[in-house]
């Protein structure tokens, strides 16, 4: 009786938990539109049964919400976020509506090392082409920490800072709602000292005088239809100020939530709902 009750509760579990990877639905719809090549990029299996996750559970499923897409910031992976996945899901969507890929390499790489490389804008940019395929709606993002620097560029497109890849035309018109949350985006308050290699350089670093950061903050208006940014006066990973400017507001956004007394990881963790409501409702509360 107490095995077969055991058995029951993983079942169920199995059932209503996250699905950590790609359904099997998805993972065809990429290998036939795309090839193995992308399947494996944006699976990224390389890294374990939890870095990515999103589907539909067969091509007939009908989809009633616009495809989120969530970026996980430096050092993660997109798996962090469960608890917003899990907001999501409250509030109906399906893992045909939720969507995510682990870029870099969940970090094997400390923090101090890691920048915003062309390798990443390109996997980013792919996993947004290939969910609007596949949902055939436009799609909501919602970015985290440095995650969304390398999201805008993504949807920004243009050429990469460091490799000078062509990577094509905006998105903005694929995207309706985005969401950074504690996003780097004019640099971290950690980088006021510039230095050659990694997170702080100037070219592809999160020094607020990078040509990466000049080159996404030269335009505004191209993330999408709706635009959000939350942050906490009191973040100790990204900060509040550098260069002498605030570092997560987006110029030309639709509104913002600025929270006083959160870190980082705090400020991610306690506004899921909020990040939800935004999707829906295009407002901040």
């Not at 082409?129 to 709606?137: D, E, F, L, P, W």
């Not at 949807?155 to 890849?165: F, K, P």
């Not at 956004?253 to 409501?277: C, P, W």
Request: one cysteine or more; charged letters at 20%.
């Amino acid at each position: 009786m107490a095995h077969r009750t055991v058995v029951a509760f993983l079942l169920f579990c199995g059932l209503i938990g996250v699905h950590a990877e790609f359904t099997n639905d998805f993972r065809a719809f990429i290998h036939n539109n795309f090839g193995v090549a992308l399947v494996n990029q944006l699976e990224r299996k390389d890294l374990g049964a939890d870095a990515s996750f999103g589907g539909k559970s067969s091509s007939g499923e009908a989809l009633k919400r616009q495809a989120v897409i969530i970026v996980h910031g430096i050092t993660n992976k997109v798996t962090r976020f469960n608890g917003m996945v899990d907001a999501l899901k409250r509030r109906g969507y399906t893992s045909g509506e939720i969507y995510g890929t682990t870029w870099g390499d969940a970090g094997a790489t400390p923090a101090p090392l890691v920048d915003m490389k062309c390798s990443y804008v390109k996997q980013i940019r792919a996993m947004i082409i290939a969910v609007r395929q596949y949902t055939g709606t436009k799609v909501d993002i919602v970015a985290y920490s440095m995650g969304s620097p390398l999201a805008r560029k993504a949807i920004l497109g243009g050429n990469c800072v460091d490799s000078r890849e062509i990577l094509g035309p905006p998105l903005t018109e694929l995207i309706d709602s985005f969401v950074s949350v504690a996003g780097a985006n004019y640099g971290s308050a950690l980088c006021f000292v510039p230095i050659p290699v990694g997170a702080c350089n100037k070219r592809t670093g999160l020094h607020c005088e990078s040509e990466f950061l000049a080159d996404i903050n030269g335009q505004y208006k191209f993330e999408g239809s709706h635009i959000f940014s939350i942050f906490s006066s009191a973040d100790d990973k990204v900060g509040f100020r550098s260069c002498n400017r605030l570092v997560s507001p987006i110029i030309g956004q639709t509104g913002y939530v600025k929270r006083d007394g959160l870190n980082h990881d705090q400020l991610m963790d306690s506004t899921y709902e909020m990040q939800a409501s935004f999707l829906s409702k295009h407002r901040p509360r």
